[in-house]
C-alpha cells in the first residue's frame, strides 16, 4: 500500500475515533494528504479482452458471450494478420535494470531484458540448445542472457552463445535471434519484419516527453477482438465519426444506451481529413480533426480542440492536442498484435506541466470513452475486403492502399476453417 492510501485510511480510521479537536485536525490533514496524492497521480486503466464491446445476456459470463462471439464470427478474406513495423513491446518502467520478462506478440515469444547499464535487449524467448524459455528464471550477465536449464549464456547485442558452462568449445552456429530493438519516449519497440529486412524508418522521439517537458499523466490498456488493420482504418472512416462518437460520452460507450434521450442535448460534432503522407514518410499518414460540442445546439467555443493524428506505421500513433487556455500535449497510442485477432492497444498522455493533471486525466477517460465505443463494433465485425463503398468514403479505399505497403511477400495469413478458428 502506497503513502496516499495509507493517508486515505489513516484518515477515514481517524475520524471514528472520539471527536477530540486533534485527532479530527489529524484526520482532516491525512485526508487531505491523501486527496491531492490521488490527484497527482497517472490515471491508470487496464481492460481485459471480455471487459467492454460485448452484449451480455442473461446467465452468460462477459468472457462466454466474448468466446462465442469470437467462435461464430464470419472470417472472409483477411489482410495479413502481422504487418511490418515497430510494435511496442513494454514500457520503459515495466523493466528494471538486471530483469528479463517474457512478452507474446506477432506471432512470436520474445525475451525481452535490460542489462545493469539500462541497455534493453530482445531475443527469442527459447533457447536454441533444448527450448527453455531464456526469461522464466533466466538471469542477466552482463549484456548476456543466461538460460535457467543448462546455462547457456547469449549475448543481447549479436545472440552468440559465448558460455556453456559444461563443454570444451562453442559452436559457431550456437546463436540465438536476436530482434531490432529501440527504446523511444518511454517505451520500448520491437522491430518486426517477416521478410528479415532491417528497419526502413525510426521511431521518432517527442522532444517534450524525453526532456520531461511534458508530464505523463496516464495510461489506459485494451484487448481489441479484431484484425489490427480495423484500427488505424477507423481514422480514415470520416463518416462514422458523427454517428458514432457524436452523442455525449456521458451516456456510456454501450451502443445500445448512447442515444439515451437524456443526454441528447449534449453533441460532439467532428469535422475530419485523412491524407497519407508523401515522401521520404510514405509509411506515415495524417489526420486532422476538429472537434466542437454543441450544447441544446449551440456551440461552445471554448471546449474547441484540434487534434492531429499521425499514424507512423502500422502500429503506432502520436494525437497531439493544442488548445487556446488548455495547453498542450500529446496521446500516444500503440497497437501490437498478440494473436491474428487480438490487439494489444495502450494510450499513453503527456501534458504540459503546468496544466492540472485532471485535465489531460479527463481527456484520457473522453478518449477512453469513445475508443470502447469503437470497441464494440470491432469486437463484433466481419473484416470486408470488398466493402459497399460510397463516393464519400473514398478515403477509406485510400487507407487500405497506404496500409498494404507493411505487408510483404511472406507476411502471415489467416484461415478460417468451417467450425471455429485456425491459423
Ligand atoms: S535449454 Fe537452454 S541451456 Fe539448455
Ligand atoms: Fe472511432
Not at 533444448?130 to 546455462?151: K, T
Not at 502500422?314 to 487556446?324: E, Q
Request: proline content about 6%; aromatic content about 12%; hydrophobic content about 45%.
Amino acid at each position: 500500500m502506497g503513502f496516499g492510501w495509507g493517508a486515505l485510511w489513516a484518515g477515514a480510521a481517524a475520524l471514528l475515533l472520539p471527536p477530540a479537536a486533534a485527532c479530527w485536525g489529524l484526520a482532516l490533514l491525512a485526508l487531505l494528504a491523501g486527496a491531492a496524492w490521488l490527484a497527482c497521480r497517472p490515471l491508470r486503466l487496464w481492460r481485459g479482452p471480455e471487459a467492454v464491446g460485448y452484449v451480455g445476456e442473461a446467465g452468460w459470463s462477459r468472457a462466454q458471450v466474448a468466446g462465442r462471439v469470437r467462435k461464430s464470427r464470419r472470417t472472409g478474406p483477411l489482410p495479413p494478420v502481422y504487418p511490418n513495423g515497430w510494435f511496442r513491446l513494454l514500457d520503459s518502467a515495466q523493466l528494471a535494470r538486471g530483469e528479463a520478462r517474457s512478452v507474446a506478440a506477432l506471432g512470436e515469444q520474445f525475451a525481452v531484458f535490460r542489462d545493469l547499464n539500462g541497455q534493453s535487449y530482445v531475443v527469442d524467448a527459447y533457447c536454441p540448445h533444448l527450448g527453455a524459455n531464456l526469461s522464466v528464471g533466466g538471469r542477466v550477465v552482463g549484456s548476456c542472457i543466461e538460460c535457467p536449464f543448462h546455462g547457456w549464456l547469449f549475448s543481447g547485442k549479436d545472440g552468440k552463445c559465448t558460455r556453456i558452462p559444461y563443454a570444451e568449445k562453442v559452436p559457431e552456429f550456437a546463436k540465438i535471434k536476436v530482434w531490432p530493438t529501440c527504446e523511444v519516449d518511454g517505451m520500448i519497440f520491437v522491430w518486426y519484419h517477416c521478410d528479415g529486412v532491417s528497419p526502413t524508418w525510426q521511431v521518432p522521439e517527442q522532444e517534450e516527453v524525453v526532456s520531461g517537458a511534458w508530464a505523463f499523466r496516464g495510461i489506459t490498456e485494451h484487448f481489441v477482438n479484431a484484425h489490427i488493420e480495423e484500427i488505424p482504418e477507423n481514422a480514415a472512416d470520416i463518416a462514422h465519426l458523427s454517428f458514432l462518437h457524436g452523442p455525449c460520452i456521458m451516456s456510456g460507450v454501450d451502443l445500445r444506451h448512447t442515444n439515451s434521450k437524456f443526454w441528447k442535448f449534449i453533441r460532439h460534432n467532428w469535422k475530419a481529413e485523412w491524407q497519407p503522407e508523401p515522401e521520404p514518410d510514405t509509411h506515415c499518414s495524417c489526420l486532422i480533426v476538429k472537434h466542437n460540442i454543441t450544447v441544446f445546439g449551440t456551440c461552445i467555443p471554448l471546449l474547441d480542440v484540434t487534434v492531429s493524428a499521425k499514424q507512423i506505421g502500422p502500429g503506432l500513433v502520436f494525437l497531439f492536442f493544442k488548445h487556446s487556455f488548455l495547453g498542450e500535449g500529446i496521446l500516444i497510442q500503440t497497437v501490437t498484435p498478440v494473436e491474428p485477432l487480438l490487439q494489444h492497444v495502450v494510450h499513453r498522455i503527456y501534458y504540459q506541466r503546468s496544466i492540472p493533471g485532471f485535465i489531460p486525466k479527463f481527456m484520457l477517460w473522453a478518449e477512453k470513452v469513445q475508443f470502447e465505443r469503437d470497441i464494440m463494433i470491432w469486437n463484433n465485425k466481419q473484416y470486408l475486403s470488398k466493402p459497399l463503398l460510397v463516393k464519400e468514403d473514398a478515403a477509406i479505399q485510400r487507407h487500405r492502399r497506404w496500409y498494404s505497403q507493411f505487408y510483404s511477400a511472406h507476411s502471415v495469413k489467416f484461415t478460417s476453417q468451417k467450425n471455429g478458428l485456425d491459423w
